[in-house]
Every structure is written in structure tokens, then in C-alpha cells.
């Protein structure tokens, strides 16, 4: 044949034949199963339903577990021979030692993988390089009838044998496979092209039976091409071994620890055959699960982290989402994340691996920069629909202007196969090339693929200096970071978030694990605070500090974590996920609940007199005037800021509540400030603000508009266009009026298909805030339920709050970069204000919004049917809320209204106390503040000592100085970084209030010592 017709394709027939010839099976290995719906420990290994198997029969179902049992023996021909096992199960598979302890990881063939990115199937298990001939084979495995990806692929067994491996074989494979990938990524003019397909081309002429002599001489033709090295590298790639674990997903929270265990054996195994082998592995979590479960593999990590092989990555406690989560909660993330790294290996991680999050909030680097974080790797951005982001390295600015050094692995893949054409693409798309000369490649297979294979490393053992691609060095990422940072000049810088165009659904699917968030994040926040008070001497009644729960709330607070992870609270997991997420969600909520009432019942009893009483307690840091309802009464509290108030008897009562008005039968709803019209379909005609004489509803439109749309998208994607679509209403079947104390308002009552649901529309008297009170029994398949305010009101931005502060989002579409953004992340509030008057739409678990012209509108529920099908199928309850103010939302304190919604007081009752012990003032305060634009997020024990741990920011973008006074005497206060180290002192003035100053939007943690504590040291 002559060379000029010799194609690609016939190369690669070339290289499936040698492929084929890498083993030779010899025998047959007996296989038996103990097959459960669960895993078995070890110890328990054989307590399932026993069978014997052999190729092609089926084992199980999707989900199943099984203990296998490997046994057989070498038969003679194998001696003085290479001999290894061939074992696929069709599912995933852990080999275990005769204690039980996970040493090699063996995953399907056969598998969804993207093949594109390589073979996912790890099958060959070694014997032993040189038999005797003999060798007795016994070995234990456990399995999970899955693939990776959590699919089923028939259950059945498909290979177990004792095979040879022609090593020689096997090398020739990876040098004809790189040679030829090589060739093909080089220009067609390129004579180091031509070199090569001339070698493959003279080796496909001989090779015909792969004697050991053709063996032997094709590799000796082809190793002349492999000998050639690269000049002076312009572009140097540093590669380290990935396996992105997905700590929910496709498969149950169960089956990720196993996962986990598979892979790092792998790792390990490989670790041992390829000495240049650099691997790295994030999530403390997923290492916390390995220690209690595998002790004696976490073992056998640390001593790989201890050579400085293994990488700890990633400084949060997984891989966490960060659109949807609280501020505190990613505090948390990186608190506990890198305190687990150091306690565990003495490091300090200095970057962020978040690979595959749904978007960045902008909050996020003065985040990392206050944990000692200087670096974030990811590479989703890579998957934005209409606009390409302009940068693979960069310094990623935030909302306070902290920054971040943040690199793209130009493959845009954490799967990378480690290929030439790996290599190549990397060089060819790196964006940043101009001015940096290194990049990052992340090679493995994740989700339970074991990380990287053989392959991998048989070709990069090549690539490390080959003519014709960039050089390719094995190092931790930590030391290609410090690489990167010496141009740190040069890189451009992206301002603000880094918004994801795509995976918008994520901010509403699951709704039911997005509320329970919420109420967790505020109920945590709430017992942390109620405990430091508790706590102190004298606040409860035997006059003894109330112990502070920190075992617990570290124990639930990192379970909240695991939630965040990025498939899990955005929604896209499968059923059983949320079925198992759910149910302890209730138990964690409750407890939390039930600790709370225990601490304010304590303190209730010791600062009331005598008699019947009511303590209010405020855990927001300014003063709260509002009703409240207690024991069937209702209550105008005024308590203090983050303290606490004792009502007595005699300020139970009644009121004058004749301004309040609700007529079901005039459509009509009013309190003293605001008149609201409504439609006989239950959407509002006319807000009326009787203050300041405004017309909030547009002219011709209707507000609380409830539209039901069509959405065959799935958990993470709802189809962008589907506006354009004809959309539904539901039908008012009912309306009645609502008359309670200091609040009035009208009760709807909706049907749609086989939904229904109840939306209490509610005025109290004095507030200028209309609640909708909703409770839904959804049961639509592939629909998404909104509700839109078409208000007066005309601005080129919309105010969206975010996590420690806020930002501002068109609200016109004139790019495809502002088209891109209809879908936007807000949390407690979005609003759209004019330089003096203003709307603002509350939530109480509610994350998708869209605003565009003077509409704001929110993303209620969606029942997407991937890949949970029972999405949202379910009874719902939130709360959403206008909020019409004058001035800006800075001026109307617009956050202020977002926390009191999530935030409400808290009562206990004092009534029939026991004797007072320490007698107080009716009323007192723990944190005082004089300042209206700063809010206490946190306050809470130090994590390591006796110290109170405050952490402030500030709200509105500017400038600010302000007195910080404590409820006790101050011994001592430093400013401390988010990991609660303290950096400097803060003195005190004569009345021992703190000075306080504040850049636009910045965090501070300030840590105090009270004079009771300084005096037992």
C-alpha cells in the first residue's frame, strides 16, 4: 500500500489490533456473591443471598450490593509470565485486604463515560510480574450495580480470568497510541508529521502476528520518533491527577463513600507502579467519610500526603454551590474545610477547587482572601451558552475589590484523557497564552472512574518533553499556583460575579430542600446567638451558665454543608437523595428548634419577675417595633437590638385596628398606609401607597400575577424561550376575608390541573409590607409556577441582595451578555428603585428571580422530570413579599425587611418562674450598634477557645465607622480572619465600646474576651 493512502483510520485498526493482543486469558476464575439492597461491612460479608456465577449471569439489580468472591489458581503456563486478573462486573467494585480495607478500585467497561474523553473501565488486577505457575487466587470485592454514573447495565457478570500481559504489548500500545494522536494534532505541512506517519506506516507493514520479535522491532522504529525532544518551552502544562467525585448525584450519599474508597485505592495502587505520579483529591468530607470508615486506607493517604504525592485540594467542606447558600454557611464551608486539612495534615490550603459549581457569587473573594485563599480553580464557565468568557487566567475581583487568582484549565475539562490532543488543545485554546506560560490539565475519570488509569500515565510518561507538544511536568497544583502568581501583573481582572449561563433551574428545583436550607441557616444563627447568652453566668435561674452546645452544632452544621454540595441543594440529584436529605433535614430543624426554646426558656425564667410575662427575644441588631401573636395573643413588642424584652401582663391587649379593612365580596384590602384592588381572578388591580400618594401597579397590568408555564426542561435547565409560549392561570375557586387583630386580608383559594393551593394576601397595621402566605399541593409535571409585580417604577438596574451584601443586574436586555443573565440569583430581597421611591420583593426560600422593564418576578415551583421524576410533586409552604418604601433601597434600609421576614422574634414565657436568682431590667442587650447600614451576621463561640466570635459587614456600598458596645464588660478585642485567628488588637474606649471602621461591603470578625473569662485565666 503505498504511504500516501495510508489513513488515520487504518492507524487506529492498527492500534485496536494491538490492543487485542495486550492479554491472553488462561483460566477461568469460580466467582460467588452475597448479594444485599444495602452495603455490609466486611465483618458481614456473607450474609446476603449466596450465589455462584459465571460470565453473562445476572447478579443484581440497580442499587444492589454484593460481596464477590474471586477464586482460582494460576495455571502452569503462566510461569515466569506477567499474570494478572481480568474482572468485570458490570457495576463498580472494590478488592479489599483480609482486614476489609479497600485496595483497588475496578470499575465497568461498559459505562456512560464520555468515550470521547478515554476508556472509563479499570479491569486488570496484577498477580504477579513473574509467576510461579501456582499462585492461589482468593480475593474479596465489593460491589455496587451501578455504573458510574449511577445507571444500570444489566447487572451480569461479565469477565473473571487469569490472564496473561505481554508487557511488551502493552508498551507498544501507548507508544504507537501517542505517536499517532501526536501526528494528527500537528499542521499538515508539519515535516515532524510526515516523520511520524512514516514510522507508523514502515511498523503497519511487518506487524502482522506481534511476535515477539515484531514486537520488539516496532518499538524500536517508533521509539526514534519518541527520542525527539522539544526546545525551550514557550507553553508548559503542569498536570495532576484528578477523580471529581460528585458527593451526590446520579447515586445515593451511601455509594459516594464507597466511591470514594474505590478511587483513593486506586490512586494508591497507581502510586506505586508510576513513581512520578502526582494525584489530588478534594473535599474534607469525602476524607472524614474514608477516616471513619476506611481508617486503615485514610492511613495509607496521609503517609502519600506526608511524601507530598498526594494533594489535599479545595479549602470548603465540599464542593459547594454558592449561589443558593447563606453567607455564614460558605464562612462555614471554608472554616471547617481548611481546619480539617490542617488538623488531619498540617497543610494550609491556599486554593479553591470548585471544578463544576453552577456560578460564583460575587462575594466569594473577600471570602477566600479573608481565609488566607488566594487562588480558585474552576472550568464550568467553559459551558456558558451565548457569551465565551474572555480569560482561562485572570484575578477575579469581588464586591469589596478583594481578589482572587483564578485559572480555567484551557481543556475546559476535569476529565482530561492526558492525551497528545490534550496537550495540543490546551496550547491552542488557552486564551492567556500571550502573557502566561503554564496552564493546568486535570486527567482522571471521576464519579467512581477511579481517577487516572494506566493510560494516563503511560502517555504522559511519554509527553514529558516530545517533540511536536508543549512539555508536560506532574506537580501538585499548589506549586503550578505559585508559578502562575509570578505574572500575576499581567493577567487581566473580571469585576463582580461570575455568572453561569446556563443550569438557571437550579435556583428553584427542589424547592422543599431549599426552604428547609433557609430555615437551618436562620435557625442555626439564631441558637448560636441564643446560646452565648445562655451561656453567661447569671442567665439561667439557678444563676449557673448554660452549657454551649458545640459538639452538636458543629455536627449538624457540617451535615448542612454536605447538603450545599453542588447537585444537591441546586436540585439535581436523583429521589432518593431528597427522600433521605428531607427527612433529616425535619430531625435537624427540630432539634435545632427545640435547643433554641430550651436556652430562651432559661433565660425567660431568671430576667422576669414573678407572675404572668412574656420575654421577646431579638436576635437583629437594631431595635424591632412589630405585633407578634403569643399563646392566641397579640403582642406590639419593642426590643432592643440583640437582646430582649420581658412584657408583662398588663401589654397584652388590644388595640385600635380600624384602619384595617378587607372586603372579599369589593375585591379590597387596605391598612393605613397602603390600599391594595384586586380582580375577580385574585391578581391586583391597584397598590395604592396613601403616604406618599403612588400608584405602584402599571398602568393596564396586574400584580401577584400567578402564570403557569410549560417547562420540558430538566432539574438543572428550563428552556429560555418559554415566555414565548402560551402560559396558564390558575383558577380562583374561592376568596374569603381574613380579620385578625392588627392583621387583616384576604384568603384565595387556586386550582390547576390536579393542583391546589391557599394564598393568604395579609396587611398589618403600621407595616408597609404585603405578605402572601402560600401553601401549594403541586402535583404538575413538567410546569414551572411564577408570579410577577409589573410596578411603577423605572431604573436601569435591579438591587439583588447576595450573600454579605448586594449587586446590581440590568434590567434590560441590549447584549447578549444582560439576554444571558434573565434568570438571576437573589436571596432575601430584588429591587427596583428610583432616587426616591422604590419597590422591594421578599422572600422567606426563594432564589430565582427575573427582572426586565419595571417587572419583578419570581420563581415559585417547578416540577422538571430528570432526574428525580417526583420533583416538587409535593406540598409546599413560603412566603413572599412586596415592599414599597420611599427612597432608594439603601435609604429605605431594604435589608433590614429581608432579615425581619427570615428572622422572626422569639417568645418564652416567664409565667410561674421560679425564684429570680439575678433580678434584671425588663429589658437588655447583648450587641449594641450605632450604626443602621451594618448587620451582625454571626454570633457565635471561637471554634477553638472561650472567645466570642462577632462577624459584621457592611450592607450598602459605602464607607462606615461605628461603636460597637457589649452586654458585658470587655476584657479584651482583636480583629480575626474568617478561620477566627486573631490578627490585631482593637482597643477599647473608657466605656468599653469598640471602634469600628468599614470599607463598602467589607466582613469583619471581631473576637472578644469578657472580663469573667480574663479573670479565670
Request: aromatic share 10%; hydrophobic share 35%; glycine share 8%.
Amino acid at each position: 500500500m503505498p504511504y500516501e493512502a495510508f489513513k488515520p483510520d487504518v492507524m487506529r485498526a492498527m492500534l485496536n489490533k494491538i490492543d487485542k493482543h495486550i492479554y491472553v486469558p488462561l483460566a477461568e476464575l469460580s466467582v460467588t456473591a452475597w448479594v444485599t439492597k444495602e452495603p455490609v461491612v466486611y465483618a458481614e460479608r456473607t450474609s446476603g443471598t449466596r450465589i455462584e456465577l459465571i460470565t453473562g449471569e445476572r447478579w443484581g439489580e440497580l442499587w444492589d450490593c454484593a460481596w464477590f468472591y474471586f477464586a482460582g489458581k494460576v495455571p502452569e503456563e503462566g510461569r515466569g509470565r506477567n499474570v494478572v486478573l481480568l474482572i468485570d462486573v458490570n457495576g463498580e467494585l472494590g478488592l479489599v485486604d483480609e482486614e476489609g480495607s479497600p485496595v483497588q478500585g475496578l470499575t465497568n467497561v461498559s459505562s456512560s463515560f464520555d468515550l470521547s474523553l478515554g476508556r472509563p473501565g479499570k479491569r486488570v488486577v496484577p498477580v504477579s510480574a513473574s509467576s510461579t505457575g501456582s499462585e492461589t487466587i482468593g480475593l474479596w470485592g465489593d460491589a455496587g450495580c451501578n455504573d458510574l454514573f449511577g445507571h444500570y447495565r444489566s447487572g451480569t457478570l461479565k469477565e473473571a480470568v487469569i490472564a496473561l500481559c505481554r508487557e511488551d504489548v502493552r508498551q507498544l500500545y501507548y507508544d504507537a497510541e501517542v505517536l499517532l494522536e501526536t501526528a494528527e494534532n500537528l499542521p499538515e505541512t508539519s515535516a515532524r508529521r510526515e516523520q511520524i506517519w512514516n514510522a507508523l506506516y514502515e511498523v503497519s507493514l511487518f506487524l502482522t502476528d506481534l511476535s515477539g520479535d515484531q514486537v520488539a522491532e516496532a518499538r524500536r522504529v517508533l521509539d526514534e520518533q519518541l527520542s525527539k525532544r522539544g526546545g525551550d518551552p514557550v507553553l508548559t502544562v503542569s498536570a495532576i491527577g484528578h477523580a471529581h467525585i460528585d458527593l451526590a448525584w446520579l447515586w445515593p450519599l451511601r455509594e459516594t463513600v464507597r466511591k470514594g474508597a474505590r478511587t483513593f485505592a486506586t490512586a494508591l495502587r497507581m502510586m506505586e507502579q508510576y513513581p512520578d505520579y502526582v494525584f489530588g483529591a478534594s473535599q474534607p468530607q469525602l476524607y472524614d467519610w474514608i477516616k471513619k470508615s476506611y481508617p486503615g486506607l485514610y492511613e495509607q493517604v496521609k503517609e502519600r500526603v506526608r511524601e507530598g504525592r498526594w494533594e489535599p485540594q479545595g479549602a470548603m467542606w465540599v464542593e459547594s454551590d454558592t449561589n443558593v447558600p447563606g453567607g455564614e454557611s460558605l464562612v462555614r464551608q471554608i472554616l471547617y474545610g481548611k481546619r480539617f486539612f490542617r488538623q488531619e495534615f498540617g497543610i494550609e490550603v491556599k486554593s479553591l477547587w470548585m471544578p463544576d459549581v453552577f456560578g460564583y457569587t460575587a462575594s466569594l473573594p473577600q471570602l477566600l482572601k479573608l481565609s488566607g485563599v488566594s487562588y480558585m480553580m474552576t472550568q464550568k464557565l467553559s459551558w456558558s451558552v451565548y457569551n465565551k468568557h474572555p480569560h482561562h487566567t485572570f484575578r477575579w475581583e469581588g464586591l469589596d475589590g478583594s481578589a482572587v487568582l483564578t485559572h480555567m484549565p484551557p481543556e475546559d475539562t476535569y476529565n482530561s484523557p492526558a492525551a497528545p490532543r490534550s496537550v495540543t488543545k490546551a496550547e491552542n485554546a488557552y486564551l492567556d497564552k500571550r502573557v502566561s506560560a503554564n496552564c493546568l490539565m486535570l486527567f482522571g475519570i471521576g464519579d467512581g472512574g477511579g481517577g487516572p488509569g494506566e493510560e494516563h500515565l503511560e502517555r504522559l510518561a511519554r509527553e514529558q518533553n516530545l517533540l511536536g507538544l508543549c512539555p508536560v511536568v506532574q506537580e501538585p497544583s499548589w506549586v503550578f499556583f505559585e508559578k502562575l502568581n509570578q505574572g500575576a501583573s499581567h493577567y487581566a481582572t473580571w469585576r463582580g460575579e461570575l455568572y453561569l449561563e446556563k443550569h438557571q433551574g437550579t435556583l428553584t428545583s427542589q424547592g422543599r430542600n431549599k426552604w428547609y436550607n433557609r430555615k437551618l441557616e436562620k435557625a442555626l444563627r439564631e441558637l448560636e446567638f441564643a446560646s452565648v447568652l445562655a451561656e453567661r453566668p447569671g442567665m439561667s435561674p439557678s444563676g449557673a451558665a448554660f452549657p454551649y452546645p458545640s459538639e452538636r452544632l458543629e455536627s449538624i452544621w457540617k451535615e448542612v454543608l454536605l447538603y450545599q454540595f453542588h447537585d444537591i441543594l441546586p436540585g439535581s440529584s436523583i429521589k432518593r437523595v431528597y427522600d433521605e436529605s428531607l427527612e433529616r433535614y425535619a430531625v435537624m430543624l427540630a432539634e435545632v428548634e427545640h435547643l433554641i426554646a430550651e436556652r430562651y426558656e432559661a433565660i425567660a425564667q431568671s430576667v422576669s419577675a414573678q407572675g404572668e410575662s412574656l420575654t421577646v427575644f431579638n436576635s437583629l441588631p437594631w431595635e424591632r417595633e412589630e405585633w407578634l401573636k403569643a399563646d392566641g395573643r397579640w403582642v406590639y413588642a419593642c426590643v432592643p437590638p440583640m437582646g430582649y424584652a420581658v412584657v408583662s401582663a398588663s401589654a397584652l391587649q388590644t388595640a385600635d385596628f380600624s384602619p384595617l379593612r378587607a372586603s372579599a365580596s369589593l375585591g379590597c384590602l387596605e391598612n393605613d398606609l397602603l390600599k391594595l384592588s384586586f380582580n375577580p381572578d385574585g391578581t391586583i388591580a391597584s397598590i395604592y401607597d396613601k403616604e406618599h400618594a403612588r400608584e405602584l401597579v402599571q398602568s393596564g397590568a396586574c400584580a401577584n400575577d400567578l402564570s403557569i408555564y410549560d417547562d420540558k426542561g430538566n432539574a438543572w435547565d428550563f428552556p429560555h424561550d418559554y415566555r414565548q409560549l402560551q402560559n396558564d392561570k390558575p383558577a380562583l375557586v374561592e376568596t374569603k376575608e381574613i380579620s385578625d387583630g392588627p392583621a387583616a386580608g384576604l384568603l384565595h383559594r387556586y386550582r390547576y390541573g390536579r393542583s391546589e393551593w391557599t394564598q393568604k394576601v395579609l396587611v398589618t397595621l403600621g407595616s408597609r409590607r404585603i405578605d402572601f402566605v402560600t401553601r401549594v399541593n403541586w402535583r404538575e409535571s413538567e410546569k414551572m409556577l411564577r408570579t410577577s409585580f409589573p410596578v411603577d417604577i423605572r431604573s436601569e438596574t435591579a438591587s439583588c441582595e447576595i450573600q454579605f451584601g448586594f449587586i446590581r443586574r440590568p434590567t434590560h436586555r441590549n447584549t447578549m451578555w444582560d439576554y444571558a443573565k434573565d434568570e438571576i440569583c437573589a436571596h432575601h430581597w430584588i429591587d427596583l428603585s428610583e432616587p426616591d421611591y422604590g419597590v422591594a420583593l421578599l422572600n422567606d426560600c426563594k432564589y430565582g428571580h427575573r427582572a426586565e422593564g419595571g417587572t419583578l418576578d419570581l420563581n415559585l415551583l417547578r416540577s422538571s422530570g430528570h432526574p428525580d421524576p417526583e420533583a416538587d410533586r409535593a406540598e409546599h409552604e413560603f412566603t413572599y413579599s412586596l415592599y414599597p418604601h420611599r427612597g432608594d433601597h439603601i435609604q429605605a434600609k431594604t435589608y433590614k425587611r429581608g432579615y425581619e421576614l427570615n428572622v422572626p422574634l422569639r417568645t418564652a414565657a416567664g409565667a410561674g418562674a421560679a425564684p429570680v436568682v439575678h433580678k434584671r431590667e425588663s429589658s437588655g442587650s447583648f450587641l449594641e450598634l450605632d450604626h443602621p447600614l451594618v448587620m451582625v451576621e454571626a454570633v457565635k463561640r471561637s471554634e477553638d477557645d472561650d472567645g466570642i466570635i462577632v462577624r459584621l459587614y457592611e450592607t450598602s456600598g459605602t464607607q462606615a465607622t461605628l461603636n460597637l458596645a457589649a452586654g458585658w464588660p470587655v476584657a479584651q478585642a482583636w480583629a480575626a480572619d474568617l478561620l477566627e485567628n486573631p490578627l490585631e488588637p482593637i482597643p477599647c474606649r473608657p466605656d468599653g465600646k469598640l471602634i469600628l471602621r468599614f470599607r463598602p461591603f467589607e466582613i469583619r470578625t471581631i473576637k472578644l474576651a469578657f472580663l469573667a473569662e480574663a479573670g479565670a485565666d
